[in-house]
């Protein structure tokens, strides 16, 4: 069982910006891939970004390439998304998640635990 705790959110201006935590319980965290979803008003839970257990394996949204960055600290239990360039489409609620396996995945059911998410607003 993991429990995940997500941090960092808040309100900042387009072309600011924020840095994402991802806090998890137990002893088992490296054992999981990590992903960060986000899910705006109105529209469905997308995929964001994803890390393999190691770190050394990344995967990003084509909407969010080269903007923003997931890391992780095993030691730390932790995952991180950096977000720079904000845009006021990236406001959302951001969630993140540990993978059923050390890989990484870019769908929602391939994830077993979910934070109960924290809310991030870009305006214009």
């Known amino acids: 069982q993991v429990q995940l705790v997500e941090s960092g959110g808040g309100l900042v201006q387009a072309g600011g910006s924020l840095r994402l935590s991802c806090a998890a319980s137990g002893r088992t965290f490296s054992r999981y891939g990590m992903g960060w979803f986000r899910q705006a008003p109105g529209k469905e839970r997308e995929f964001v970004a994803a890390i393999n257990w190691s770190g050394d394996s990344t995967y990003y949204a084509d909407s969010v390439k080269g903007r923003f960055t997931i890391s992780r600290d095993n030691a730390k239990n932790t995952v991180t998304l950096r977000m720079n360039s904000l845009k006021p489409d990236d406001t959302a609620v951001y969630y993140c998640?540990?993978?059923?396996?050390?890989?990484?995945?870019?769908?929602?059911?391939?994830?077993?635990?979910w934070g109960q998410g924290t809310q991030v607003t870009v305006s214009s």
């Open positions: 998640a540990a993978a059923r396996s050390g890989n990484y995945y870019l769908v929602e059911y391939e994830y077993l635990y």
